[in-house]
Nanobody, 113 residues
Framework: QVQLVESGGGLVQAGGSLRLSCVVS????????IGWYRQAPGTQREWVAH???????NYADSVKGRFTISRDNAKNTVYLQMNSLKPEDTAVYYC???????WGQGTQVTVSA
């Protein structure tokens, strides 16, 4: 059973930065594709970024150039470095493995104008 625990969210002013962490247990992270997703109140969850087992990444257009996903396989941890934050980035952020239907609690990111 996979467990994913997100942390690092908080309140930040527009233009600021945060780094989110996701600690993964129950699977070998080095061979899995994992992503970050976000959901604002009243909206559908949207994909933000993926990192593949080989280290390749892709990003939603809305965050490209501002966010960076990375992984530390030895620590079973995935990160999302978020720079130049905008109010529209406000959401609960989740990490998850591709195809996993179960979601954790996420971490709240609030960007003030």
């Amino acid at each position: 059973q996979v467990q994913l625990v997100e942390s690092g969210g908080g309140l930040v002013q527009a233009g600021g930065s945060l780094r989110l962490s996701c600690v993964v247990s129950g699977t070998t992270l080095s061979i899995r594709t994992i992503g970050w997703y976000r959901q604002a109140p009243g909206t559908q969850r949207e994909w933000v970024a993926h990192i593949f087992s080989g280290g390749g990444t892709n990003y939603a257009d809305s965050v490209k150039g501002r966010f960076t996903i990375s992984r530390d396989n030895a620590k079973n941890t995935v990160y999302l470095q978020m720079n130049s934050l905008k109010p529209e980035d406000t959401a609960v952020y989740y990490c998850n493995l591709v195809g996993d239907p179960y979601w954790g609690q996420g971490t709240q990111v609030t960007v003030s104008a």
